[in-house]
């Protein structure tokens, strides 16, 4: 391959192009000023810019301001929100049903068939071998490594293993498959009958759904167009990285998001036992979506349309919608819908021809006689099955288990920072678990009641230490806090050493040194005072003495002890707490100081 250089004319910018890209290249042609549509604002504006440099308060056409421009993407959405209307809806009378085909690319290193490196961001045209560029006399020899993770998706979506398996040949010209066929396996693939359940709780489904999983197979991806105005652009790094392909039977749609939340349950699945890394965000996963419509309680599903290539949860959700439409338009008006592959045109919110729908006769599937058939050995299945990582709601049904006490919400917020895998060293959850057999062991050890601990941990872990991380724009894989200190510090706040709110004074120091926080208690002497009951009235006195005391005691006589009072009061009885809280440099316990309060409030009338 030609070696890439720097390229670069007078009138434009320096350009990354090779010695056989420059025999193509072509500047934009510039457009004359007097020619121009926004001659009379644009040029105008910007030669006052070139010329005066006083008058800084020149007004400025409204085209060209971020606000304008924002208004016209608003009002573009808004009229496409007009033209869409939702088809799936229950009241309508159409019932749209979807079939998927996800294509998620497997965690290897290597290609399916070559020893050529898988790569997301290299440079183009640099991770290929002989067979990926289909070279006369190149022969494919399977990759076994690629077998493992792809097993791990079939069994984590309960399908069957076949014991045996077997690739074949799909055939079909395009410029970014090189062979002019793709190895697939169609008629034995790698496992059969799986099913994927989603429910409200782990998916925000409306209802409980239930999606049954044809089969799953191994292919090889094809390569990468890249639209480059007149040429097209062929990227060939892509070509033979090992993909697993899903195919789901129909099912009905709800509503309009539900394929797309069907996508990422996938999505999730795959992750969480570590078979694919990159999600639909970073292009390691994409959708072909088969939409089809039918009146309500018609017993044959009507004509299927293919949408290829979906590579977001939106963009599903918006093409199944669409299409929808489009279809239901078409039997309307008395027509017939045509079996098509359609692509999504984002600009316009619409679907758009791209062929006539292929069959298994057009697609002229043969066996692939270069490669022997895929034999599982025995045992392999269970073996996988053993050591397949947890599902995402088996975690989530321990971490808000008796065991931890974790709400529904904080144990998908330690999933969702863990990218949806459950294992690892560096994983949230796995952190989360460490501290709190920490914490559990050392209040066993000093005889302190160990109830809730779970729950204290994944407060601080979530709400503290995560929205520390945050503020300072840090991963969680760089948090600079030992699992040892976070133990200690919750420790020491549990076994009543220190209160709440030393304790979220000493955490973000926690960031730059590698103290113990008991260290710094004793150093700076910050364990809870020691006060009798008489000392802390004196204080609370004190501060009642004052002004902003006097008009506290004034309103708390107002308000009468009622039900609808109560936020109030408590605000009220908060303000002189925090005061003494804050007198004593949080040294003392906030409950302790109510209590005292209390009755000094039950002593003498309000």
Known sequence: MPTPRLFATSTTPTILLCRLCRLYYRPLPRISPRTSPFHTSAHSAAESIHTTTADTTAAVDE????????????????????????????????????????????????????????SVNAQQNTHISPIDASL??????????????????AIALSCTPEPVSRFDRKHYFYWDQPAGYQ???????????????????????????????????????TGKTIQAPPLQLVDLNR?????????????????????????AKIQEVLRAVDACVLGMEWGGMR??????????????????????????????????????????????????????????????????????????????????????????????????????????????????????????KDSKTMLLWDEGRTT??????????????????????????????????????????????????????????????????????MAGKITGPTGKTLLPRLFDTDDSPSKIVRAENLGIKEMSDDELA??????????????VIKQLAELEDIPKNQK??????????GKVMREMGGKVKADRVDAVFDALLLKKPE
Request: hydrophobic share 40%; with cysteine.
């Open 287 to 408: 959708a072909d979506v088969n939409v089809s419509v039918r009146r309500r309680g018609d017993a044959e599903l009507g004509q299927r349309c293919e949408i290829k290539n979906l590579s977001s949860f939106k963009t599903v959700t918006d093409a199944v919608t669409a299409e929808a439409v489009r279809q239901i338009g078409i039997v309307e008006a008395g027509g017939t819908v045509e079996g098509e592959t359609r692509g999504w045109d984002a600009e316009h919110s619409t679907t758009k021809k791209l062929r006539m729908k292929e069959g298994e006769v057009d697609y002229r599937y043969m066996p692939e006689p270069d490669l022997p058939p895929v034999v599982l050995g025995p045992g392999l299945v269970e073996k996988v099955r053993e050591t397949l990582p947890p599902l995402p709601e088996q975690v989530i049904a321990e971490l808000t288990s008796p065991a931890y006490g974790l709400s529904l």
């Open 424 to 493: 690892g060293y560096h994983r949230v959850i796995t952190l989360y678990k460490y501290v709190v057999k920490l914490v559990t062991d050392t209040l066993s050890a000093q005889k302190k009641d160990t109830k809730g601990v779970g729950k204290v941990v994944g407060n601080w872990l979530v709400n503290e230490l995560g929205g520390l991380l945050s503020t300072r724009q840090l991963a969680w894989e760089k948090n600079p806090v030992q699992p040892e200190q976070l133990a200690d510090l919750i420790t020491l706040v």
């Open 63 to 118: 085209t060209l301001t971020g606000a304008f421009q924002k208004s016209q993407k608003r009002a573009l959405k808004d009229r496409h929100k007009d033209v869409i209307a939702d088809p799936i809806a229950p009241s309508s009378p159409w019932e749209v049903t979807c079939g998927l085909e996800v294509h998620a690319q497997l965690n290897t290193k290597c290609k399916l068939f070559s020893t050529a490196r898988m």
């Open 538 to 551: 004196g204080l609370i006195n004190k501060i009642l003495a004052t002004g902003e005391g006097q008009n």
């Open 239 to 263: 070509v033979g990285a090992p993909l697993v392909e899903i195919i789901t039977e129909p099912f009905p749609l709800e509503e309009a998001e539900t394929a797309a939340k069907v996508l």
């Open 568 to 577: 109030k009061r408590k605000g009220l009885r908060g303000f002189v707490v």
């Open 183 to 221: 190895i697939t396996q169609f008629y034995h693939p790698l496992a059969k009958n799986g099913v994927l359940r989603l429910t409200p709780e782990n998916s925000t489904v409306a209802v409980p759904l239930e999606i049954k999983i044809k089969q799953v197979q191994i292919e090889q991806d």
């Open 136 to 153: 006369p006399g190149t022969q494919p020899k399977l990759d076994p490594r690629a077998l493992l993770p792809a097993l791990r998706a």
